[in-house]
């Protein structure tokens, strides 16, 4: 339980300093950098704390993670250099007025800490747990995990090659991965997370970190990550075809349209 209690102590400090930081840089989608960046931390720490010396298991989910974790905090940094905040933040800063800090840190920041801790669970009980000796469920996890990897880190570099291009501007991205699924980057992040989880029911208790898995697919699928660039895409010309030619999250071959 002190393992436990101490990350999320150590995970409330590192999302009250990147508040702090959202309000000098005065734009909260800094949020979003510090969403991968935790699952760093969460990692690493709960490696460090643990009570016995880490199993193989513990390092390479702690590899993972750190891989995941930092790729996604560049590409999101990266992307945000030079232009305006996210319309997501911008929207709520004026939806919000004269509460806009205390909901920012209330809704924004500490919420986004308790989700990521519930997110990175499985992290935490493999790192924590010593568990059995490698096995074909850690082979079978491995290599979910690495699809999801391939889906989500090409789908972004191949949004964000479309979208320097000149002669792409305007238009809808339907090529690449981006014709199997309307949401590779995001399908990959899902799958990603049941990978490692597949890999935490090697050790006690894993079986009970599927909170974690289904708390991101929930997340993407329903709250955060889907519905919202779905509703931005509506609005483009090409999208009614798109939709109707392309599987909304799972990979698939593109339907014909008649």
């Not at 209690?5 to 840089?25: G, P």
């Not at 075809?241 to 339907?255: E, H």
């Amino acid at each position: 339980m002190i393992f436990f209690l101490t990350l999320l102590v150590l995970l409330w400090v590192y999302m009250t300093v990147w508040f702090v930081i959202s309000l000098w840089k005065k734009r909260n989608d800094v949020a979003d950098v510090a969403w991968g960046l935790g699952f760093v931390l969460m990692a690493w720490a709960s490696m460090v704390l643990a009570p016995d010396n880490p199993s193989v298991r513990a390092l390479l989910v702690t590899g993972l993670v750190s891989v995941w974790g930092m790729r996604l905090a560049w590409h999101i940094g990266k992307r945000h250099i030079g232009k305006p905040e996210d319309f997501r933040y911008a929207t709520w800063r004026q939806t919000w007025g004269k509460w806009f800090v205390l909901r920012s840190y209330g809704q924004i920041y500490l919420l986004q800490g308790f989700l990521l801790f519930l997110v990175v669970s499985p992290v935490l009980v493999i790192n924590h747990m010593p568990g059995n000796p490698w096995s074909l469920l850690d082979g079978v996890g491995l290599f979910v995990w690495c699809l999801g990897f391939f889906f989500e880190a090409v789908g972004d570099a191949q949004l964000a090659s479309f979208i320097r291009s000149p002669e792409n501007k305007g238009k809808l991205m339907q090529g690449g991965l981006w014709s199997l699924t309307r949401h590779p980057n995001y399908f990959g992040e899902v799958t990603q997370w049941w990978g490692i989880w597949i890999m935490a029911l090697s050790v006690p208790f894993g079986a009970f970190a599927i909170v974690g898995p289904v708390v991101i697919t929930l997340l993407i699928l329903k709250v955060s990550g889907v519905p919202l660039l779905e509703k931005k895409m509506a609005e483009h010309p090409d999208f009614a075809r798109y939709r109707a030619r392309t599987n909304m999250f799972f990979p698939g071959l593109p339907k014909k349209i008649v």
